[in-house]
């Protein structure tokens, strides 16, 4: 049973900085692929970041670049959101997602991805 879990979420002002983990366990093969989602109140689940686990290929929605940093350690099998700079806006439960095989059609769709893990709560006050 794969499992993805968060941490590093929290309560921080505007301009501040955090660093998302999610760990992945239970698998015994090595992801096609890992992204980071996040949904704010009210609103569908977002794409912000993707990184092809053995290429290293990575992907942002506009709205981050040059603010989020998304990263893995393969022998941790680990990936990792760096976010600096944050805005208001930011506010959103931010969930990590994993996907398993090639065969991509839409990186930003949460449809791509086989394996969530239960969110954690950034929050950023003005």
């Given at each position: 049973?794969?499992?993805?879990?968060?941490?590093?979420?929290?309560?921080?002002?505007?301009?501040?900085?955090?660093?998302?983990?999610?760990?992945?366990?239970?698998?015994?093969?090595?992801?096609?692929?890992?992204?980071?989602?996040?949904?704010?109140?009210?609103?569908?689940?977002?794409?912000?970041?993707?990184?092809?686990?053995?290429?290293?290929?990575?992907?942002?929605?506009?709205?981050?670049?040059?603010?989020?940093?998304?990263?893995?350690?393969?022998?941790k099998n680990t990936v990792y959101l760096q976010m600096n700079t944050l805005k208001p806006e930011d506010t959103a439960v931010y969930y990590c997602a994993l996907q398993r095989?090639?065969?991509?059609?839409?990186?930003?769709?949460?449809?791509?991805?086989?394996?969530?893990?239960?969110?954690?709560?950034?929050?950023?006050?003005?």
């Amino acid at each position: 049973q794969v499992q993805l879990v968060e941490s590093g979420g929290g309560l921080v002002q505007a301009g501040d900085s955090l660093r998302l983990s999610c760990a992945v366990s239970g698998s015994t093969l090595s992801p096609y692929a890992m992204a980071w989602f996040r949904q704010a109140p009210g609103k569908g689940r977002e794409f912000v970041a993707r990184i092809n686990w053995n290429r290293g290929s990575i992907y942002y929605t506009d709205s981050v670049k040059g603010r989020f940093t998304i990263s893995r350690d393969t022998a941790k099998n680990t990936v990792y959101l760096q976010m600096n700079t944050l805005k208001p806006e930011d506010t959103a439960v931010y969930y990590c997602a994993l996907q398993r095989d090639s065969g991509t059609f839409d990186i930003t769709s949460h449809f791509q991805y086989d394996y969530w893990g239960q969110g954690t709560q950034v929050t950023v006050s003005s």
